[in-house]
C-alpha cells in the first residue's frame, strides 16, 4: 500500500474501501507482533518508521519514512515513529465454550477500547458489535484497546434479530434484572449490553427469550459506565 493510500486509512471510508487500518506507536505494534504466532495473516502487515527505528526487528515489510511524511501519516500530535498498517480479518469461527459480548449501538471508542482489553485479558469471549456502533478500527479504539484488537475475535454489524439464531441462551444486562451474583448468571452463552444513553430496544428483544441480570448498587445515581458494567460481568464470568 503506498503512503498517501495509508493516510486515507485514517477515515472509517476508506478502511472499509481498502480493509486496513492504522496501529500507531511501540507497544501497539509489540502486541501485533505477539498476535501474528496466532494468526499468521497478521504478517501481511505493513510497517512504517522513521529513521529513529529503522532497526526494528518484525516479521513486516518495513518502509522507512521521514519525519514529515510520520507526522502526515499520524493520528496523534506527537507521532511516534512507527505505524503499522494491518489487515482486517474475517473473525475465526467460535471455539469450544466461548462466550460472546454484545454491544447494541455502542458509541464512544474508549469504552469499545476498554471492554475490549478485558475480553483479552480474560480470554475466550468474542465481541459482536451491532449496526450503528462506533468502528472498532477507529484509531482511538484502537489505542484505547491497548492491542486488545489483535487477540479478541469481532464481528460488525450484526443484528440482534440473527442472535436466535446463534446462541440457545441469551442474557442482559439491565437495572431491573436479578442480582449479577446469581449462580444461573453464568450459564449463558451472549449477554447484552445496550447503548451508554438509550440502553437497549426493548421492544426488540422480546423474541429473544432472554434474562435479565444487573449489577445491585445503592442507586445514588442513574446508571454505570458501560464499560465497567461488562467489566464486572466478565470478572464474574471467570471467578
Known amino acids: ?6 493516510r486515507k486509512l485514517q477515515q472509517k471510508k476508506f478502511r472499509d474501501s481498502f480493509g486496513h487500518f492504522l496501529a500507531e506507536g511501540e507497544h501497539l505494534v509489540l502486541e501485533l507482533q505477539k498476535a501474528t504466532h496466532g494468526n499468521p495473516a497478521l504478517q501481511q502487515s505493513v510497517l512504517y518508521v522513521t529513521r529513529e527505528h529503522a532497526h526494528w526487528q518484525s516479521p513486516f515489510e518495513t518502509r522507512v519514512v521521514s519525519d514529515q511524511q510520520m507526522a502526515r501519516l499520524s493520528d496523534t500530535r506527537k507521532p511516534q515513529g512507527m505505524v503499522a498498517v494491518v489487515p482486517v480479518l474475517p473473525a475465526p469461527a467460535p471455539r469450544a465454550g466461548e462466550r460472546a459480548i454484545y454491544l447494541h449501538e ?32 477507529n484509531a482511538k479504539v ?42 444461573s448468571f453464568r450459564t449463558y452463552d451472549c449477554y447484552l449490553f445496550g447503548n451508554e444513553a438509550r440502553g437497549l430496544p426493548h421492544a426488540s428483544l422480546a423474541a429473544l427469550d432472554l434474562r435479565s441480570f444487573a449489577v445491585p448498587g445503592c442507586g445514588a445515581i442513574e446508571s454505570l459506565n458501560l464499560a465497567s458494567v461488562v467489566n464486572m460481568c466478565v470478572y464474574e464470568l471467570n471467578r
Open 1 to 6: 500500500m503506498k503512503l498517501d493510500d495509508a
Open 106 to 137: 455502542v458509541q464512544d471508542p474508549g469504552n469499545l477500547g476498554t471492554i475490549l482489553r478485558s475480553l483479552a485479558w480474560f480470554g475466550n469471549l468474542r465481541c459482536l458489535l451491532g449496526p450503528g456502533s462506533v468502528d472498532p478500527y
Open 142 to 183: 484502537v489505542r484505547a484497546s491497548m492491542g486488545a484488537i489483535f487477540h479478541v475475535p469481532v464481528e460488525t454489524d450484526v443484528g440482534l434479530e440473527s442472535l436466535r439464531h446463534r446462541f440457545a441462551r441469551i442474557a442482559c444486562l439491565d437495572v431491573h434484572g436479578e442480582p449479577l451474583r446469581s449462580n
